[in-house]
């Protein structure tokens, strides 16, 4: 049983298109992230977010979007695509008083042509 | 702003040797997480082992083992009988035990890749 799971894990587009990469964990958990990995394997929070409140990095560009149709799922949108959003994405999901640890989801390699 | 600063770029040790990862953070607060996650090429993030600064014992977990040293803001990762398997990239990881606003997000160190040679 996947735990949480990304789809696609691996996304090619061209510079300005919009694309979304969608995120679903199973474990009942109340709090999701997206992170990004760069090409030098650094990852940094973008978003976070429960069913009370998005918190969203003071560093994402607002062509990125967190969506959240349930409690289960939190998809990233990114829109007008540029060649420096070629990363790799990992969604994560925690629960709040118990134990604090994030588990990732298997990454979404995106490619920016 | 929390830090984590893992200074090793990258580490080499034979198999069945023990390997000892450095990681520092720096915080003002008392009360936080923190954690060993293991990179592997395929990319996944897989956690290691995690240790809660309220605690004075060490954690550990078969053969990777941790030395917390609070005082001096050090979480290091020991493993034991290095296997082929262990191969990978290695982050330390900090959280704040606090809730609201960005506290919960995990701030990164930039990873140490370890090298097991057969």
């Known amino acids: 049983d996947t735990a949480v799971s990304q789809t696609p894990k691996y996304l090619v587009t061209q510079m300005g298109n919009d694309k979304s990469i969608k995120c679903e964990q199973n474990?009942?958990?109340?709090?999701m992230y997206w992170y990004k990995q760069d090409s030098k394997k650094f990852l940094k929070i973008m978003f976070s977010?429960?069913?009370?409140?998005?918190?969203i990095n003071e560093t994402v560009p607002n062509r990125f979007s967190p969506k959240s149709p349930d409690k289960a799922h939190l998809n990233l949108h990114i829109n007008s695509l540029e060649l420096g959003d070629s990363a790799v994405y990992f969604c994560a999901s925690s629960q709040q008083g118990l134990q604090e640890t994030q588990y990732f989801g298997p990454g979404t390699r995106l490619l920016v042509l | 702003a929390q830090t984590v600063t893992q200074s090793q770029p990258e580490m080499s040790v034979q198999e069945a040797e023990t390997v000892t990862l450095s990681c520092t953070y720096d915080t003002s607060e008392s009360d936080y997480y923190l954690f060993w996650y293991k990179q592997p090429p395929s990319r996944q993030m897989i956690l290691v082992i995690r240790?809660?600064?309220?605690?004075?014992q060490n954690a550990t977990e078969n053969r990777f083992s941790v030395n917390f040293q609070k005082a001096a803001k050090s979480f290091s990762l020991k493993i034991s009988d290095s296997q082929l398997g262990d191969a990978a990239m290695y982050f330390c990881?900090?959280?704040?035990?606090?809730?609201?606003?960005?506290?919960?997000?995990?701030?990164f160190g930039k990873g140490t890749k370890l090298s097991v040679k057969p």
């Open positions: 240790q809660e600064a309220y605690k004075q």
């Open positions: 977010y429960n069913n009370k409140e998005l918190i």
């Open positions: 474990l009942g958990h109340d709090t």
């Open positions: 990881a900090y959280r704040s035990a606090n809730y609201g606003g960005s506290q919960g997000n995990l701030i």
